[in-house]
């Protein structure tokens, strides 16, 4: 059995700057609004050092962490209110994007953003318009306001979606219509990655959150190449069992996902593959 990594793969820059903040914070009596990061080992991690995840906006004069994908802005206001001091752990890239939003809806454009309009990002980012946007996220029945139109992306999201989408939006549209491409390029990155391996491999091991955009991506480009996709959280989640009729199996992580979480199904699974081999052996030593 051949274990092949994803080049790029795991925590991206902004991730490893959230939890870093988080971490240097972290104490008994801090907060975080929602999970800092979909990973549940992180979260748990922060637990382990006091960090409480909380959903609501009753703390006062307390330290709050803000989530790497954001929240709305009416969250953030009200935590403010009560003189709780935040810890903004947002990632630069998605602070970006509230940026462009605020700065072509105050000009009168509409926004359009494509993405998962239940993700916490793209509720943040929806906020930065007054909650205004039209949210695509399938490619049916795409309907656009009248008007000139400003496009952002989730920053996770499939590029091939996002193109396609755009192309779609350009086609009925009667106006102007602007496109800032904000899909992040650790994402493209990682996205690029797995779609070279999976084209090599067996089978494809996805490592990532359960509420994971990006790792759910992941797994869906990997699926257009190869039969066999796993998404996992962890590989003591999956019956190693499974890999046995597979010679090359690719492993990948999603963004959020820490390098421990893949060093450890690597180490299992070349463990599990020893064994196998020694319990070959022994079988033809019996023969003999
Ligand atoms: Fe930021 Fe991109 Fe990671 S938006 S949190 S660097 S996936």
Do not use: W
């Amino acid at each position: 059995m051949e274990i092949i990594l994803a080049d790029v793969r795991g925590f991206c820059g902004g991730v490893k700057r959230a939890v870093k903040m988080a971490f240097d914070n972290a104490a008994k009596g801090v907060y975080s609004y929602g999970d800092l990061v979909h990973n549940e080992f992180v979260v748990k991690e922060l637990e382990k050092k006091g960090v409480l995840t909380i959903d609501d906006t009753n703390i006062e004069n307390s330290k709050v962490i803000i989530r790497s994908h954001g929240v709305h802005k009416k969250i953030l206001d009200k935590l403010e209110e009560k003189n709780n001091e935040i810890i903004n752990c947002v990632c630069p890239k998605v602070e970006k994007v509230y940026n462009i939003v605020d700065n072509f809806y105050k000009k009168g454009y509409n926004i359009v953003i494509i993405g998962n309009n239940k993700h916490p990002e793209v509720i943040g980012i929806n906020s930065r318009c007054n909650d205004s946007a039209t949210i695509i996220s399938n490619l049916e029945d795409i309907k656009i306001p009248e008007g000139k139109t400003l496009i952002v992306s989730q920053t996770t999201n499939n590029v091939d979606f996002f193109e396609k989408a755009i192309n779609i939006i350009k086609d009925i549209s009667k106006d102007e219509v602007l496109v800032y491409n904000t899909i992040c390029n650790a994402t493209f990155k990682r996205q690029e990655s797995i779609r070279n391996l999976s084209k090599k491999v067996d089978a494809v091991i996805v490592l990532g959150g359960k509420k994971s955009s990006n790792t759910k991506k992941l797994a869906e480009i990997a699926k257009l190449n190869c039969k066999n996709v796993f998404l996992i959280q962890s590989i003591n989640d999956i019956d190693l069992n499974i890999f046995k009729k597979f010679n090359k199996i690719g492993i990948t992580a999603g963004a959020s996902t820490p390098e421990s979480v893949i060093k450890e199904a690597v180490c299992r699974m070349e463990n599990f593959d020893k064994g196998e081999m020694m319990e070959a052996i022994d079988n033809s030593f019996k023969r003999i």
